[in-house]
């Protein structure tokens, strides 16, 4: 997997575990099941543009709050 997915995975663990919010729970609200989300989370695979927008959604931030900040700054 890419190092920008890699990176990725980690803001999305981070996030949650901020969130106080369980996989279980992530994974119902975002209607990813939660062997795939736990998969995305090992960055054993990327996460999809649909995936960010639930996830940042459920968790009521922005999309670009899940992207490593080097790569938001690049893009500005």
Not at 22 to 43: D, F, V
Not at 47 to 70: E, G, H, Q, R, W
């Amino acid at each position: 997997m890419s190092q920008i997915s890699s990176q990725v995975a980690q803001i999305v663990a981070q996030a949650i575990e901020s969130a106080q919010f369980s996989e279980t729970y992530m994974a119902e609200q975002t209607n990813i099941a939660r062997s795939t989300l736990q998969r995305k989370l090992a960055g054993k695979s990327p996460f999809t543009v649909d995936d960010l927008n639930d996830i940042a959604k459920t968790l009521n931030i922005s999309v670009i709050d899940l992207l490593p900040k080097s790569w938001v700054n690049a893009a500005a």
